[in-house]
Nanobody, 116 residues
Framework: QVQLVESGGGLVEPGGSLRLSCAASGSIFSYAMGWYRQAPGKQRELVAS???????DYADSVKGRFTIRRDNAKNTVYLQMDSLKPEDTAVYYC???????????WGQGTQVTVSS
């Protein structure tokens, strides 16, 4: 079992940048990782994902602005967010999937607010 802790959220102006971190309590070598977000009154949506072999995928709304990266040596996954828009305001959640047993883990979330 792995525990996930997100950090790096905060308040930024439109056009600004933030880097979110997801620190795992153990090795993430065998996990596919992802970032989800949920705004008030909206469904949780997948923002970005990265496989064990570092293949990435992004939601159309963030493509070209967000970058997901994994550092297996540090047991950490990052989400670099550039050119932020007010529409990006949400709670961002880290997700891990252990494919060997198809087990899913979630972090507690970190708030990202882009002022308008």
């Amino acid at each position: 079992q792995v525990q996930l802790v997100e950090s790096g959220g905060g308040l930024v102006e439109p056009g600004g940048s933030l880097r979110l971190s997801c620190a795992a309590s153990g090795s993430i070598f065998s996990y596919a990782m992802g970032w989800y977000r949920q705004a008030p009154g909206k469904q949780r949506e997948l923002v970005a994902s990265i496989t064990i072999r570092s293949t990435t995928d992004y939601a159309d709304s963030v493509k070209g602005r967000f970058t997901i990266r994994r550092d297996n040596a540090k047991n950490t996954v990052y989400l670099q967010m550039d050119s932020l828009k007010p529409e990006d305001t949400a709670v961002y959640y880290c997700n891990a999937v252990q494919y060997a047993v198809m087990r899913t883990y979630w972090g507690q979330g970190t708030q990202v607010t882009v002022s308008s």
